[in-house]
Each structure stands twice: as C-alpha cells, then as structure tokens.
C-alpha cells in the first residue's frame, strides 16, 4: 500500500509531506491507543473507524474540487457514491463508540413513519446523485462550491 503510493508517478515529490503526516498519525494513533484499556477498545475501534469514513469525505471532496479536465461520468459517481458511504461510515462509527462508551443510550430511536422517511431519503438521494453526475453539475465545479 505505502509503497505504491510512493512509486506511484502522479505522486511527484510529496514524499516528504506524504511522511511527515505519516508519521504524525501514527504517533497520535499510537499514543491513544497506548492510553486504552483493554476493556475500551472496542469504543477505540469504533473511533478510529470514523476517521476511515471521515477521509473517504475528504478524498470525494477533493475529487469534486478538483475535477479531472474532462469529464467522466464513471468519476462523478464515484466521487458521489464514495462520498455518501464514507459519510454513513462516519456517522455509524461515531454512534457505535457513543453507544459502547455509555454517552448514548443503547436502546434504538423508534420514529413514526420510519419506513416513508427512509424511502424518502433514499430516492432523495437518487434524484441528487444522478442529478450530481451531469456535466453540467460535475465538471462544472471548477473549485467553486
């Protein structure tokens, strides 16, 4: 994984950056988990997982404001699809530690119609990814959001 990130020719010349942030995680990674006992691992688990979701954000938002100069429709759902899971994967793993660690309830929320606000934000969210993936919307960004 490093390596290919290393050799790989769009890289050019961030090595140092690439390292000094490396390692910089790796030192807050492992300094917070030296600090854990074993019995509140699976909070730190559930924690860093967020930040898994968190970059999988980041790297969409950096594609979107950034865009390829041609356009792709391929790219924008990706960029779309990756953005929303890697959202969803944020959001989970920041109620899954809440809930290990006791700062939320661990009985689910039970809302009425659940099932229509769920249909509603699922095809909501359909109109807006094929409404994302026009290049129109997409490759017209331009770095402006």
Do not use: C
């Not at 600090?35 to 691992?41: A, I, L, N």
């Amino acid at each position: 994984g490093i390596a290919s990130v290393l050799l790989s020719p769009g890289f050019s010349g961030a090595h140092l950056r690439f390292l000094t942030a490396f390692m910089a995680a790796g030192a807050v990674g492992y300094t917070a988990a030296s600090q854990v006992s074993m019995e509140d691992m699976p909070q730190l688990v559930a924690g860093f997982h967020s930040f898994v979701g968190l970059a999988a954000v980041f790297a969409g938002f950096a594609s979107y404001f950034h865009p390829d100069p041609t356009f792709h429709t391929l790219k924008a759902l990706e960029t779309f699809a990756g953005t929303a899971v890697g959202m969803l994967t944020f959001t989970g793993s920041v109620v899954a530690a809440g809930k290990l660690h006791g700062v939320l309830p661990g009985a689910p929320y039970v809302l009425d119609n659940r099932w229509l606000l769920n249909i509603g934000g699922i095809v909501g969210s359909v109109v807006l990814g094929g409404a994302f993936i026009r290049p129109t919307i997409y490759g017209g960004a331009g770095g402006v959001a």
